[in-house]
């Protein structure tokens, strides 16, 4: 037991004599506060130096543009990095082209001008094509340049037609279309022709510009009209085979044709084999010089005029065609009146190709009638003839 208070009594002492030594040495040497250096952090590392390419725009947007037109655009890439920046042509999407690359090495600060090259070819639609910059700036190694917008016509005119559906024979009757163009130049109307010189008295036509709501309802159009034609009481029974060709300020496009779309109806019809109704066309095939053919059509008269109306033949083309009309019989107890209308190319005839092709022109049939308001019934014949 004495032995360990001896021990603690140690200790003690021990402690005691080192912080007196510790408070006699603070009493020789002063504390001076400003003998303690202050920290000074380490020097921060120097950045590493390397290019950053910028692009002004990377993709351009011509809006509309006419079907094989070509154009360009120059894009603008910068350097904004610390170190040169170096630029090589890559790949291009099949209608692009990189045209000029004015400098391969671009020093910080500086500017390079890219030229791409384009050529609208395809269909009428959304245009997309792209070229690709390969770099040394290691954020962004390839920088894409893309060209979009819409192709179009140029002009263009909705609908494609004057669409007068079936027309009452002996009343007028008016169709509209309108005329756009997405060209820079400003669309005027000079002059206009029929095409088909034989009718073109039987119509008028009229224009006026689109206004500024009619012409926000199509996408990218600049100017354009609305254009009517004006179809007079007369015209002969059938398809109305018209086409109007406007006169332009345009050197894109002279010229506009516009075809009409229609038919004139009345009391009068036709029917049988290989008679369209909504062409006019009467297809009798290829013909047997040694057979010859005969094929018998109905002319149909309702109305108030059924039971008077008489049918004489008119212009026929060509001569190896022979046309008669029989007897008028009442039908369905005389609401309706039938006349046959016999079409023959006898045997022995001549070879021809009356077919309707670019290489030759269809035969016709003209028959005179006394009805008031159908003074003409006409027909186009398609045939050929082989010996």
């Known amino acids: ?4 208070h001896g021990m603690g009594l140690a200790v003690a002492l021990g402690i005691l004599g080192g912080v007196g030594i510790s408070l ?28 950053k390419v910028a692009i002004d725009q990377a993709d351009y947007d011509f809006k509309a543009m006419d079907v094989g037109v070509e154009g360009a655009h120059d894009f603008l890439l910068t350097n904004v990095g610390n170190a040169p920046l170096e630029l090589t042509k890559g790949g291009t999407s099949c209608s692009c082209t990189l045209s000029e690359l004015n400098q391969r090495v671009v020093a910080p600060g500086k500017s390079a001008k890219v030229t791409v090259q384009w050529k609208s070819k395809g269909e009428w639609g959304p245009y997309r094509q792209s070229a690709t910059i390969l770099t040394n700036d290691p954020d962004n190694p390839r920088v894409e340049l893309t060209i979009t917008g819409r192709l179009t016509p140029g002009v263009q005119v909705s609908p494609p037609s004057f669409e007068l559906g079936r027309v009452s024979s002996g009343e007028p009757a008016t169709a509209e279309a309108r005329v756009y163009c997405y060209l820079p130049d ?14 073109e008295g039987m119509f008028e036509f009229h224009h ?19 254009t009517k034609i004006v179809v007079k009481p007369g015209l002969p029974l059938g398809p109305i ?5 406007l006169s332009t300020n345009l050197k894109a496009r002279p010229t506009i044709e516009i075809p009409l779309q229609g038919a004139i109806v009345s009391d009068i019809s036709i029917v049988g084999r290989g008679w369209d109704v909504e062409t006019g066309v009467l297809t009798l095939g290829t013909v047997s010089s040694q057979a010859g053919l005969e094929e018998t059509l109905t002319i ?16 026929i083309v060509p001569e190896v065609l022979r046309v ?7 039908l369905t107890g005389g609401t309706v009146y039938c006349t046959p209308l016999i079409i023959q190319i006898p045997k022995g005839s001549h070879s021809g190709n009356f077919l309707g092709t670019k290489q030759s022109r269809c035969g016709e049939i003209t028959i005179e009638t006394s009805h008031p308001k159908a ?13």
Request: proline share 9%; charged share 25%; hydrophobic share 40%.
């Open 1 to 4: 037991m004495k032995a360990w």
């Open 24 to 51: 006699l040495r603070i009493h020789l040497v002063p504390w001076d506060p400003h003998e303690i250096q202050p920290m000074v952090a380490e020097p921060a590392a120097k950045l590493s130096t390397r290019p």
């Open 186 to 199: 400003r669309l005027e109307i000079k002059g206009y022709t029929w095409l088909s010189r034989s009718t």
């Open 208 to 226: 006026q510009p689109l206004t500024a709501p009619q012409l926000a309802e199509e996408i990218d159009a600049r100017s354009g009209f609305l």
């Open 241 to 245: 085979r018209q086409t109007i060709s």
């Open 300 to 315: 149909i008269a309702r109305g108030p005029f059924r039971k008077e109306v008489k049918f004489t033949l008119g212009k």
């Open 324 to 330: 008669k009309c029989g007897p008028s019989k009442p």
């Open 375 to 387: 003074r003409q019934l006409h027909m186009f014949v398609s045939f050929a003839v082989e010996g």
